[in-house]
């Protein structure tokens, strides 16, 4: 009996470190790309991108182990906020999240938590650091790989267009 409850420890320490990013704790891509495929097409329905603006010139000032928290803490704020929604950090500064939600309450709930990551006050090592977000939203179209293209295109718009913005695309 005890040798099936550490085998079942074992695998599921083994399915969370190959699934989770380990320093934000969410989804990782490989997760994402999974469980994207076996979602029906009819139940996706939104795709964003969110990439942390200026987050270079974070590592490049205080250092990667600031970037790193910072990391953390806007992670566990987009988790808190799309807690029903696949979020996944698809690696460096840039994270998703695949929605079934409508189109209008998704879009409301990524503005909310743009508006708000932008008013949060990081505390770490002795610094206190804002930062803001770009987002890049579409709605289900093609397959997860066209929604992230898409997707990508208006993260990139955001950019453009001064940052700490969110574009959505049709």
Sequence with gaps: MHSCL???DSERS????ANTDFLTALWNRRYFFSQSEKLPDEEIKHLAIIDIDHFKRINDQYGHHVGDEV?????ATLS???ENDLVARLGGEEFCVLSTREQSTFQQALERY???QADIIIPVSGFEITVTVSIGV???QG????????ADRGLYQAKEMGRNCLIALS
């Design 71 to 75: 990391l953390s803490h806007v992670a």
């Design 114 to 116: 743009r508006q708000q």
């Design 6 to 8: 550490n085998a079942i």
């Design 14 to 17: 083994l399915f969370t470190l």
């Design 80 to 82: 808190a906020h799309f």
């Design 143 to 150: 397959g997860i790989e066209a929604m992230l293209h898409d």
């Design 138 to 140: 579409v709605s289900a």
